[in-house]
């Protein structure tokens, strides 16, 4: 079983809204973050998203600037993936994980993905 769990995924058309969940599948495990990425067909997985579990702080992707915020509920242990104006080009499936070196920002306990399809 997965570490983590990801939903929320979904069909919209350009300009559209959803919300991602990652949430814990019920196996316990150390991370300094936790962080959203991307994987599209033909393409490098690539980092949205990041939110430290020490203070908050949030990192972005620069492709996501201005229109995805990454949340967190520490009391669900789970974070949350607000993506909106979203085009085309941010189809692909996403996948949550735990940043476990942050120097070398390393990250494992992947999810399975839930995918994001954008239609023009």
């Known amino acids: 079983q997965a570490p983590v769990i990801e939903s929320g995924g979904g069909s919209v058309q350009t300009g559209g809204s959803l919300r991602l969940s990652c949430a814990p599948s019920?196996?316990?495990?150390?991370?300094?973050?936790m962080g959203w990425f991307r994987e599209a067909p033909g393409k490098e997985r690539e980092f949205v998203a990041a939110?430290?579990?020490?203070?908050?702080?949030?990192y972005y992707g620069d492709s996501v600037k201005g229109r995805f915020t990454i949340s967190r509920d520490k009391a669900k242990d789970t974070s949350y993936l607000e993506m909106n104006a979203l085009k085309p080009e941010d189809t692909a499936v996403y996948h949550c994980a735990g940043e476990t070196n942050p120097v070398a920002h390393e990250y494992e306990f992947w999810g399975q993905g839930t995918q994001v399809t954008v239609s023009s």
């Open positions: 019920g196996r316990t495990f150390v991370s300094y973050a």
């Open positions: 939110i430290s579990r020490k203070d908050g702080t949030t």
